[in-house]
């Protein structure tokens, strides 16, 4: 079955970096999208970014752009957000979800598998 | 940028029904397709609805969606405590290449 599994979390300091990954199993892995997604204490869900299905193309929402970087390696079935530059305001519950297609061209469809999160906390 | 608009929360019986609204001002729904998520506190969301109106195969059908200009909406009948969760709409905003989310609905089965 799908599987998608987030690791990386952690308490740290404002200005600082962290790196969070995310491991896929269950399906093929190299011709879909994936999106990073997170929703911070007592927050809705904010979308912070997506990567297409072969790594060309990535888009990030506003509030993260120029600070948190996605990559992905097909090799590996894994996806990257590498954050830098962390805020207050960047903690939450980080979800990576597969996209229904392959976001390439600036066209997502919907999410349908979701990891179970994981917390980062930017806190001095 | 666009902006999908949920009411923050509804209640309802058990065994009734209820829809959540999900309206935006600009042209994304109307042009784009919207899905909508379940979430319980602590666990991953849930694709309930794709395409506006798609139920992904394990939802059942007391779950149905729907779209008329740039509005759409969730229904849930049968309404059953285990329903009581956060509902979020989405789309992806072409003009902007980047996902939008409903500020979502906290549904209580009372």
């Known amino acids: 079955q799908v599987q998608l599994v987030e690791s990386g979390g952690g308490v740290v300091q404002p200005g600082t970096s962290l790196g969070l990954s995310c491991a896929a199993s269950g399906f093929i892995f190299s011709t879909y999208g994936i999106h990073w997604v997170r929703q911070a204490p007592g927050k809705g869900l904010e979308w912070v970014a997506v990567?297409?299905?072969?790594?060309?193309?990535?888009y990030y929402a506003d509030s993260v752009s120029g600070r948190l970087t996605i990559s992905r390696d097909n090799s590996k079935n894994t996806v990257y957000l590498q954050m830098n530059s962390l805020r207050v305001e960047d903690t939450a519950v980080y979800y990576c979800a597969k996209d229904q297609g392959h976001c390439s061209g600036g066209s997502c469809h919907a999410y349908d598998y979701w990891g179970q999160g994981i917390l980062v906390t930017v806190s001095s | 940028q666009s902006v999908l608009t949920q009411p923050p929360s509804l209640s309802a019986a058990p065994g009734q029904k209820v829809t959540i609204s999900c309206s935006e001002t600009?042209?994304?729904?109307?042009?784009?397709?919207v899905s909508w998520y379940q979430h319980l506190p602590g666990t991953a969301p849930k694709l309930l609805i794709y395409?506006?109106?798609i139920r992904p195969s394990g939802i059942p059908d007391r779950f149905s969606g729907s779209k008329f200009g740039t509005s759409a909406t969730l229904g849930i009948t049968g309404l059953q405590t285990g329903d009581e969760a956060d509902y979020y709409c989405g789309t992806w905003d072409s003009s902007l290449s980047a996902w939008v989310f409903g500020g979502g609905t906290k549904l209580t089965v009372l």
């Open positions: 600009s042209s994304n729904i109307e042009n784009n397709y």
């Open positions: 395409e506006n109106h």
């Open positions: 990567i297409s299905y072969d790594g060309s193309d990535k």
